[in-house]
């Protein structure tokens, strides 16, 4: 029992510093290429390359696991991140960056499905739901730690791509020093196709769509947003870590409410969440001088009021997909919503980056506006059906971190069956 525990640990606290890299990356990318110039379409493309890595590496994982083994993919992969960061800080061609992002998501997917697969192997019946909890916990408390960073060094130096570079690289130790079993080859995870997941919960398919639209273009052009309003480039950590904060927030009462009065329901309060924030961040960058009339204080405000709706929002359209199918589904549901999050995540930054471009920073939180509301209207529709679920189990909260995580939930089970729909 001591033994599990202890690999429980190793392989958490790896995951935490590898958050702690990631999350400084992500705020310190986005404002160095404003720093850089770049137009609001190509930073919105690089998180769109990023994406796009990701999506290679979900198929290309399994096939690599299986030929070379968990640990020598999880060192391979944390390596290239952490010269990936470097590589960064040499070179600044738009079209280098953009392929460096593209492996840079390569090598996250990987990261994320070998810890994930271990910790499956490690936990059992009793633990998984604690164990995913937790996971959850150290992803967003991590991420938050690791975009305060940015306060360490100046943007446009070289300082924090080397500390981003060093984390990345620390987070093999814990993982490596540990004595924790290899786990077998994972295969594949199958999925159930769009035709089938539309046929048995369309609102999942569009909610988690829109997740992938909105999270993306938030995640690559909120740094660039907070910058142009006249802010220093610091207070973009400060304003991404309250998202997240808002997000860690609200995730398990929304997913309580979801129980009692049904998931469209709360699908809709998030959306709405996501609408009222958003508006309220597209004005202020229409203001003449917000960073003189709002004041940080504000922003910060609207920032988590934001992450509150949207965080939440992928886990509860989840769990409105698996009250429709069994538990033996929850698998391949998960990860066919994941897929089809991931290509709104391609598509969002470009989407939303094309719309700076013509119309100024406000279009941002605009754009971000009008997919909410489009999800609200939906949602209305959907209520209005009165489509009843036919396995209704409780709210469990889910990453998007690598397509295994699902698998730590304790509702799911095998079975080779035909899903309804």
Same mark, same amino acid.
């Given at each position: 029992?001591?033994?599990?525990?202890?690999?429980?640990?190793?392989?958490?606290?790896?995951?935490?510093?590898?958050?702690?890299?990631?999350?400084?990356?992500?705020?310190?990318?986005?404002?160095?290429? =404003?720093?850089?110039?770049?137009?609001?379409?190509?930073?919105?493309?690089?998180?769109?390359?990023?994406?796009?890595?990701?999506?290679?590496?979900?198929?290309?994982?399994?096939?690599?696991?299986?030929?070379?083994?968990?640990?020598?993919?999880?060192?391979?992969?944390?390596?290239?991140?952490?010269?990936?960061?470097?590589?960064?800080?040499?070179?600044?061609?738009?079209?280098? $960056?953009?392929?460096?992002?593209?492996?840079?998501?390569?090598?996250?997917?990987?990261?994320?499905?070998?810890?994930?697969?271990?910790?499956?192997?490690?936990? =059992?019946?009793?633990?998984?739901?604690?164990?995913?909890?937790?996971?959850?916990?150290?992803?967003?408390?991590?991420?938050?730690?690791?975009?305060?960073?940015?306060?360490?060094?100046?943007?446009?130096?070289?300082?924090?791509?080397?500390?981003?570079?060093?984390?990345?690289?620390?987070?093999?130790?814990?993982?490596?020093?540990?004595?924790?079993?290899?786990?077998?080859?994972?295969?594949?995870?199958?999925?159930?196709?769009?035709?089938?997941?539309?046929?048995?919960?369309?609102?999942?398919?569009?909610?988690?769509?829109?997740?992938?639209?909105?999270?993306?273009?938030? $995640?690559?052009?909120?740094?660039?947003?907070?910058?142009?309003?006249?802010?220093?480039?610091?207070?973009?950590?400060?304003?991404?870590?309250?998202?997240?904060?808002?997000?860690?927030?609200?995730?398990?009462?929304?997913?309580?409410?979801?129980?009692?009065?049904?998931?469209?329901?709360?699908?809709?309060?998030?959306?709405?969440?996501?609408?009222?924030?958003?508006?309220?961040?597209?004005?202020?960058?229409?203001?003449?001088?917000?960073?003189?009339?709002?004041?940080? !204080?504000?922003?910060?405000? $609207?920032?988590?009021?934001?992450?509150?709706?949207?965080?939440?929002?992928?886990?509860?359209?989840?769990?409105?997909?698996?009250?429709?199918?069994?538990?033996?589904?929850?698998?391949?549901?998960?990860?066919?919503?994941?897929?089809?999050?991931?290509?709104?995540?391609?598509?969002?930054?470009?989407?939303?980056?094309?719309?700076?471009?013509?119309?100024?920073?406000?279009?941002?939180?605009?754009?971000?506006?009008?997919?909410?509301?489009?999800?609200?209207?939906?949602?209305?529709?959907?209520?209005?059906? !009165?489509?009843?679920?036919?396995?209704?189990?409780?709210?469990?909260?889910?990453?998007?971190? !690598?397509?295994?995580?699902?698998?730590?939930?304790?509702?799911?089970?095998?079975?080779?069956?035909?899903?309804?729909?």
């Amino acid at each position: 029992m001591l033994r599990r525990v202890t690999s429980v640990i190793a392989l958490l606290a790896s995951f935490s510093i590898l958050c702690l890299g990631h999350g400084l990356q992500s705020v310190l990318l986005p404002a160095r290429a =404003d720093l850089m110039h770049f137009s609001g379409v190509l930073i919105g493309g690089l998180m769109s390359s990023y994406y796009v890595g990701f999506i290679a590496g979900t198929f290309v994982c399994p096939w690599l696991i299986a030929r070379v083994g968990h640990i020598r993919v999880f060192a391979a992969a944390a390596a290239g991140a952490s010269a990936i960061m470097l590589a960064h800080s040499l070179t600044l061609h738009p079209l280098a $960056w953009l392929l460096l992002r593209a492996i840079y998501g390569l090598c996250l997917v990987h990261l994320y499905t070998v810890m994930e697969s271990w910790l499956n192997r490690i936990v =059992d019946q009793d633990t998984r739901g604690r164990i995913l909890s937790v996971y959850m916990i150290i992803n967003f408390i991590s991420m938050s730690l690791g975009q305060m960073l940015f306060f360490l060094a100046p943007a446009d130096g070289f300082e924090l791509f080397a500390i981003s570079s060093m984390l990345l690289s620390l987070a093999l130790v814990p993982l490596i020093l540990s004595r924790i079993e290899q786990p077998t080859p994972i295969e594949a995870p199958q999925t159930l196709g769009v035709r089938r997941l539309l046929a048995i919960s369309p609102l999942s398919v569009a909610g988690a769509l829109a997740a992938g639209l909105m999270g993306s273009a938030y $995640w690559g052009l909120t740094a660039a947003y907070v910058i142009n309003l006249g802010f220093p480039p610091h207070d973009a950590a400060w304003f991404m870590a309250a998202g997240l904060m808002g997000g860690l927030l609200t995730q398990w009462p929304l997913g309580a409410l979801s129980d009692r009065i049904g998931r469209r329901q709360v699908i809709m309060l998030a959306s709405a969440l996501v609408l009222s924030a958003s508006l309220a961040l597209a004005l202020t960058a229409l203001w003449s001088s917000p960073s003189a009339t709002f004041g940080m !204080g504000w922003l910060l405000v $609207w920032s988590m009021l934001f992450g509150a709706g949207l965080h939440p929002l992928y886990s509860l359209c989840i769990a409105h997909a698996n009250d429709f199918v069994g538990p033996e589904y929850f698998v391949r549901a998960s990860v066919g919503l994941q897929l089809i999050q991931s290509v709104g995540a391609i598509i969002g930054p470009l989407a939303a980056g094309a719309m700076i471009h013509a119309a100024g920073q406000s279009m941002l939180f605009f754009y971000l506006a009008l997919l909410a509301g489009a999800l609200i209207l939906y949602d209305l529709a959907r209520i209005a059906k !009165g489509r009843m679920p036919a396995f209704t189990k409780p709210f469990r909260l889910l990453t998007r971190t !690598g397509l295994l995580a699902v698998m730590m939930d304790p509702r799911y089970r095998r079975r080779k069956e035909q899903p309804p729909g």
